[in-house]
């Protein structure tokens, strides 16, 4: 199995900036795609950016040109670098993988994995 554990949420102004932090642990063989998801209250989760094992980025539109993700795959991590922050960015902010493991030397299973979750709230 993947674990997957988020750090960097939290209570900001405005205008302001917030690093989320992603760390992927676990017994497997490879982890392919990796991305933020956000679901804030009374609405469907929602992508807000990935980055695929060669670092290929893909943004939700309304967050381009304000959140940059990057990925460490030394270290199996992936990060989001949140500036300008706007009050709708408000969500509880949920990182994800996908990830290959061996389940017999001849056998490999590919899933998605979810992380717990962190608060992300943007005062006005």
């Keep these: ?3 997957l554990v988020e750090s ?3 209570l900001v102004q405005a205008g302001g900036s917030l690093r989320l932090s992603c760390a ?3 017994s497997f ?3 392919n ?3 933020w998801y956000r679901q804030a209250p009374g609405k469907q989760r929602e992508l807000v950016a990935t980055i695929t094992s060669t670092g290929r980025t893909n943004y939700t539109d309304s967050v381009k040109g304000r959140f940059t ?3 460490d795959s030394a270290k199996n991590t992936v990060y ?3 500036n300008s922050l706007k009050p709708e960015d408000t969500a509880v902010y949920y ?3 996908n990830a290959d493991r061996l389940l017999t030397i001849t056998t490999m299973k590919r899933d998605d994995y979810w992380g717990q979750g962190t608060q992300v709230t943007v005062s006005s």
């Design 33 to 35: 795609a990796m991305g």
């Design 95 to 97: 990182c994800n993988c």
């Design 69 to 71: 993700i990057s990925r």
């Design 8 to 10: 960097g949420g939290g």
């Design 24 to 26: 992927a642990s676990g």
């Design 29 to 31: 063989f490879s982890i």
């Design 1 to 3: 199995q993947v674990q």
């Design 80 to 82: 989001l670098q949140m």
